[in-house]
């Protein structure tokens, strides 16, 4: 290959050809480092890909501001006083409650939390893995998230028998969504106070402006908490759509950064693999550098020798390691995503990451390549011609 390119200088031909002088050592360093290379892309794309899954879910909050109330009051009140605030452009009452699945040999499931909302409400859409959400004509139905499926295994159409307090009323799946922080599901309004009996009375606020944007959302959110602290309400806890969305990339963002970390002791390991091959390779070539030496070779030209010679590894195994970094990203985000959210990760090839990529394989190849380039500029014509 290298005569087809006869313009290259002699000691660039020399680096190459010494690169693979040894195929079997260069295929053990080459192995560790593409895993490095392909790990490090497929992880910065898997990141990117879980932010913009977690942004999707959580885009089935279509309102800017919630307030979570300490107790139960009138609704009506507490909405009235929330739509005067200037930029407010819909606001609903939810009731927040928690039930656990009654079984029939008089045994409950774990806590799930209950989110109820008005029939025709049109501030939240969750998405649906299997079934569908809810409808307005639905009653007694039941949208509930993946990891309620964790208490006992449903499907859409599956009917359960909810206690919530002191009563049980029977309840029918109609879909089942992503996973979320613990098992949740969505009913509707009229129908939890039908079995709980509080009627008109609400602890959540669900409020949409206009804008949208983060700075807008927390200029609504401190208009709301401010009238309603006026009114005498005890506000348990309040969030913008933002803050929430960031929270949650944020906790995603920790299981990046032991993947992160395990990338880190890969390519930890392929540079102190690829500093163990230069030196070997210098000391076998002994003799050659030798000849080099007498035939006018000053430092400068030894040292450029081993470090093209490990440049060229590091640009070898990240060609490489790019095209297997996408099959390697596919693998890890379906199971991560089936995993963590219950829906593979959409696919996202990171350009920045294969680019970054490039100037930490450089930097490595450098960094391991220096002290066996500075060994090899030591040794003396003599010492080397009398090597054995």
């Not at 006083?81 to 029939?104: C, H, P, Q, Y």
């Not at 028998?161 to 009563?167: H, K, S, T």
């Not at 020798?305 to 099959?327: C, F, H, Q, R, T």
Request: a negative charge.
């Amino acid at each position: 290959l290298l005569s087809v390119f006869k313009n290259l200088s002699q000691l660039f031909n020399l680096s190459i050809r010494n690169t693979f002088r040894r195929p079997g050592r260069l295929t053990l360093n080459f192995a560790t480092l593409v895993l490095a290379g392909a790990m490090f892309i497929a992880v910065v794309g898997i990141r990117q890909s879980l932010r913009m899954m977690v942004f999707d879910i959580q885009n089935d909050a279509i309102y800017d501001v919630d307030v979570d109330f300490s107790q139960p009051y009138p609704s009506n009140t507490f909405e009235r006083k929330a739509s005067r605030i200037a930029g407010v452009t819909r606001v609903e009452s939810w009731n927040l409650d928690t039930g656990r699945i009654a079984f029939e040999d008089d045994t409950f499931s774990g806590s799930i939390a209950l989110i109820s909302m008005p029939d025709d409400s049109q501030m939240t859409q969750p998405k649906a893995v299997f079934g569908r959400f809810l409808l307005p004509t639905d009653e007694f139905a039941i949208f509930i998230n993946s990891d309620t499926l964790g208490l006992t295994p449903l499907k859409s159409g599956s009917t359960i028998r909810l206690r919530i307090g002191a009563e049980e009323h029977n309840w029918t799946v109609v879909g089942i969504g992503t996973r979320g922080f613990g098992a949740a599901a969505y009913v509707h309004y009229d129908d939890l106070v039908t079995q709980t009996g509080t009627d008109g009375l609400a602890n959540r606020l669900v409020i949409q402006g206009g804008a949208g944007d983060p700075v807008s959302q927390n200029r609504l959110q401190a208009e709301v908490l401010a009238v309603l602290d006026d009114a005498g309400y005890e506000v348990q806890a309040s969030h913008t759509t933002t803050e929430l969305k960031e929270s949650t990339a944020a906790q995603m963002d920790t299981l990046t950064v032991l993947l992160m970390a395990m990338v880190i002791l890969i390519a930890i390991v392929g540079g102190l693999g690829l500093a163990i091959t230069m030196s070997l390779n210098v000391m076998e070539r002994t003799r050659e550098i030798g000849i080099l030496r007498s035939l006018g070779a000053q430092n400068g030209v030894i040292r450029r020798l081993v470090l093209v010679e490990g440049l060229a590894i590091a640009l070898m195994s990240w060609v490489i390691a790019i095209p297997l970094s996408i099959p390697l990203a596919v693998f890890l985000g379906d199971a991560l995503g089936v995993s963590l959210l219950a829906t593979p990760l959409d696919y996202i090839f990171s350009i920045p990451a294969v680019l970054i990529w490039l100037g930490l394989i450089i930097l490595i190849s450098i960094v391991a390549s220096l002290i066996p380039a500075q060994t090899a500029t030591k040794l003396t014509i003599r010492d080397t011609l009398s090597y054995e």
